[in-house]
T-cell receptor, first 111, second 114 residues
Framework: AQRVTQPEKLLSVFKGAPVELKCNYS??????LFWYVQYSRQRLQLLLR??SRESIKGFTADLNKGETSFHLKKPFAQEEDSAMYYC?????????????FGEGTQLTVNP | NAGVTQTPKFQVLKTGQSMTLQCAQD?????MSWYRQDPGMGLRLIHY???????DQGEVPNGYNVSRSTTEDFPLRLLSAAPSQTSVYFC?????????????FGQGTRLTVV
């Protein structure tokens, strides 16, 4: 069975500090991983996916198959990054869009 | 563009009452799904549909029914509401079920069962 774990429910940093949101997964096949973000009073939206290998809003995430991790990083946090972040795992070759979500990490960036 | 629209945004039910949460998408997406969001538990899949007339159970289907008579609509029915169903419900759609495509979410329905 596939599983996603986000060990930190709450994460608080100061503006300008580096931030790392941890995500670990369990999956027997070739994983497809995503980060979704929910800003206050907004709907959940895609932040980035590992296959794109892109940086969005200064965030990057690298898939580490050896450690089964997909941590989200940003070198200099901004107050507008405060949000709930969810790591998600796709369902594989036959059910790619069936997502399994982690528990979520509430990030607060303090001024 | 409307995207995914959920109604209502808020609802209070008494234990035992039934209701339907509406979800509609205007993107001609094949895949639609319902999640519930509970503190500390993330989003858990309730039911999903890979096309009109096809539905299947997710991780937490008990107490909920769905149907998909059209590509656009995917209502979620609570048969006999229980306090354990107090949650925030999200509907989502994706272009394809098989491929890893972006999921688009509705704005959520906050349901309280008293």
């Amino acid at each position: 069975a596939q599983r996603v774990t986000q060990p930190e429910k709450l994460l608080s940093v100061f503006k300008g500090a580096p931030v790392e949101l941890k995500c670990n997964y369990s999956y027997s096949g070739s994983p497809e991983l995503f980060w979704y973000v929910q800003y206050s009073r907004q709907r959940l939206q895609l932040l980035l996916r590992h296959i794109s290998r892109e940086s969005i809003k200064g965030f990057t995430a690298d898939l580490n198959k050896g450690e089964t991790s997909f941590h989200l990083k940003k070198p200099f946090a901004q107050e507008e990054d405060s949000a709930m972040y969810y790591c998600a795992l796709g369902g594989g070759e036959t059910s790619g869009s069936r997502l399994t979500f982690g528990e979520g990490t509430q990030l607060t960036v303090n001024p | 563009n409307a995207g995914v629209t959920q109604t209502p945004k808020f609802q209070v039910l008494k234990t035992g009452q039934s209701m339907t949460l509406q979800c509609a998408q205007d993107m001609n997406h094949e895949y639609m799904s319902w999640y519930r969001q509970d503190p500390g538990m993330g989003l858990r899949l309730i039911h999903y549909s890979v096309g009109a007339g096809i539905t299947d159970q997710g991780e937490v289907p008990n107490g909920y029914n769905v149907s998909r008579s059209t590509t656009e609509d995917f209502p979620l029915r609570l048969l006999s509401a229980a306090p354990s169903q107090t949650s925030v419900y999200f509907c989502a759609s994706s272009y394809s079920f098989r491929l890893n495509t972006e999921a688009f979410f509705g704005q959520g329905t906050r349901l309280t069962v008293v």
